[in-house]
């Protein structure tokens, strides 16, 4: 299995509250992905990281921050977490250009109440 | 733009049998990546494979092949003489040449397999 932890694993938060999430490798992998899963939706990329300090916006990244300060850590920030933002969160990383395949963490549980 | 389609939600099948799930993709690009992942109830997402838009060949692991025909837009996944153990949500996935070389994916809705015994 690839060496990928999301912490927490389950999260339960009130609306407008700060919440982040960590992913952490040992892979040393040059690219890592958050995505949403949300029933009716399948995965939806939210941000991605193509190096240290080098991320991008995805599909659903409105109300979403992201920092990778050290090649195996990348956080996932909601600045003032909303229910629509309850849902299932997956970190991902891959290695290589193109079609890389990607590896997925266990997911974070996010409600918020 | 891009999109993947599993037009099947839910199937259900008994144990011993045979099932195939759709996918269908659109995209622009000449050069993309097709990809299956399975989620069993634990709530994981398991790899199962990875195909580039340049290799038509149609690949067999075992109980599992999948057929990709780039003339209908289709990767179909077919099982082969289902096990319980096969019960879970099957997703087909796109990715595109990005210029960050990231492996940005594209996923479809997911199909629901349910291997009754």
């Known amino acids: 299995d690839a060496g990928i932890t999301q912490s927490p694993r389950h999260k339960v938060t009130e609306t407008g509250t700060p919440v982040t999430l960590r992913c952490h490798q040992t892979?040393?992998?040059?690219?890592m992905y958050w995505y949403r899963q949300d029933p009716g939706h399948g995965l939806r990329l939210i941000h991605y990281s193509y190096g240290v300090k080098d991320t991008d916006k995805g599909e659903v990244s409105d109300g979403y921050s992201v920092s990778r300060s050290k090649t195996e850590d990348f956080l996932l920030t909601l600045e003032s977490a909303t229910s629509s933002q309850t849902s299932v969160y997956f970190c991902?990383?891959?290695?290589?250009?193109?079609?890389?395949?990607?590896?997925f963490g266990q997911g974070t549980r996010l409600t918020v109440v | 733009a891009q999109k993947v389609t599993q037009a099947q939600t839910e199937i259900s099948v008994v144990e011993k049998e045979d099932v195939t799930l759709d996918c269908v993709y659109e995209?622009?690009?000449?050069?993309?990546?097709l990809f299956w992942y399975k989620q069993p109830p634990s709530g994981e997402l398991v790899f199962l494979i990875r195909?580039?838009?340049?290799?038509?060949q149609n690949e067999i692991s075992g109980r599992y092949s999948w057929n990709f025909q780039k003339s209908t837009s289709s990767f179909n996944f077919t099982i082969t003489a289902s096990q319980v153990v096969d019960s879970a949500v099957y997703f087909c996935?796109?990715?595109?040449?990005?210029?960050?070389?990231?492996?940005?994916?594209?996923f479809g809705t997911g199909t629901r397999l349910t291997v009754i015994p």
């Open positions: 991902a990383i891959s290695e290589g250009t193109g079609g890389g395949t990607a590896f």
């Open positions: 892979e040393n992998h040059r690219y």
């Open positions: 195909r580039n838009s340049f290799d038509e």
């Open positions: 996935a796109l990715s595109e040449a990005a210029k960050t070389g990231a492996n940005n994916l594209f």
């Open positions: 995209t622009r690009d000449t050069t993309y990546y």
